[in-house]
T-cell receptor, first 113, second 117 residues
Framework: DAKTTQPNSMESNEEEPVHLPCNHSTISGTDYIHWYRQLPSQGPEYVIHGLTSNVNNRMASLAIAEDRKSSTLILHRATLRDAAVYYCILRDVRRNTGNQFYFGTGTSLTVIP | GAGVSQTPSNKVTEKGKYVELRCDPISGHTALYWYRQSLGQGPEFLIYFQGTGAADDSGLPNDRFFAVRPEGSVSTLKIQRTERGDSAVYLC???????????????FGPGTRLTVL
């Protein structure tokens, strides 16, 4: 699976939108983009995933660049509960040996009240 | 509903001892994954089970690490002759099918914090 690059940390004010970037310049056509987040002292939890088109769910939106070499996770209105480490992960859908993920170091998001 | 549970939540042991870490996946999930997370790092894949069999154990660091899932549900990660470098949070996750499809969401447990003195 191709690698991703994320900023180590970001800050946001409470109730402001947050844009978390992820670069994946070596992405292949069959790589899905997954985002998970890890709240303090918890295991990671699913946020959103996409392939080519932008995606929205109740937690966030995922904007994918036209060339797919980058993507952005958008939290529309940050709350203190959104303070977490956010991981951008690529997963080749052709792999048939399980759905194991290869995490990077992620982006640590601080939300300022 | 019940999520993934892991026991114990904390384990302190001495160098050279044997430890077992338990994972109870979500009922009905055929795939189970073990990860290890060191301080300041993302989770590192260790092993993946499809049913009772270990389908991919490429992440196990050495032969001191072993995992089983005898009945296709509960899994135990076993570490022999523990070393200080084994200190980490051990995370377990499960997913419904493990087929690698994009909708096969992984659900993680809270982890077991292992400290080797």
């Amino acid at each position: 699976d191709a690698k991703t690059t994320q900023p180590n940390s970001m800050e946001s004010n409470e109730e402001e939108p947050v844009h978390l970037p992820c670069n994946h310049s070596t992405i292949s056509g069959t790589d899905y983009i997954h985002w998970y987040r890890q709240l303090p002292s918890q295991g990671p939890e699913y946020v959103i995933h996409g392939l080519t088109s932008n995606v929205n769910n109740r937690m966030a939106s995922l904007a994918i660049a036209e060339d797919r070499k980058s993507s952005t996770l958008i939290l529309h209105r940050a709350t203190l509960r959104d303070a977490a480490v956010y991981y951008c992960i690529l997963r080749d859908v052709r792999r048939n040996t399980g759905n194991q993920f290869y995490f990077g170091t992620g982006t640590s998001l601080t939300v300022i009240p | 509903g019940a999520g993934v549970s892991q026991t114990p939540s904390n384990k302190v042991t001495e160098k050279g001892k044997y430890v077992e870490l338990r994972c109870d996946p979500i009922s009905g999930h055929t795939a189970l994954y073990w990860y290890r997370q060191s301080l300041g790092q993302g989770p590192e894949f260790l092993i993946y089970f499809q049913g009772t069999g270990a389908a991919d154990d490429s992440g196990l660091p050495n032969d001191r690490f072993f995992a089983v899932r005898p009945e296709g549900s509960v899994s135990t990660l076993k570490i022999q002759r523990t070393e200080r470098g084994d200190s980490a949070v051990y995370l377990c996750a499960s997913s419904l099918t493990g087929t690698g499809g994009p909708t096969d969401t992984q659900y993680f447990g809270p982890g077991t914090r292992l400290t080797v003195l």
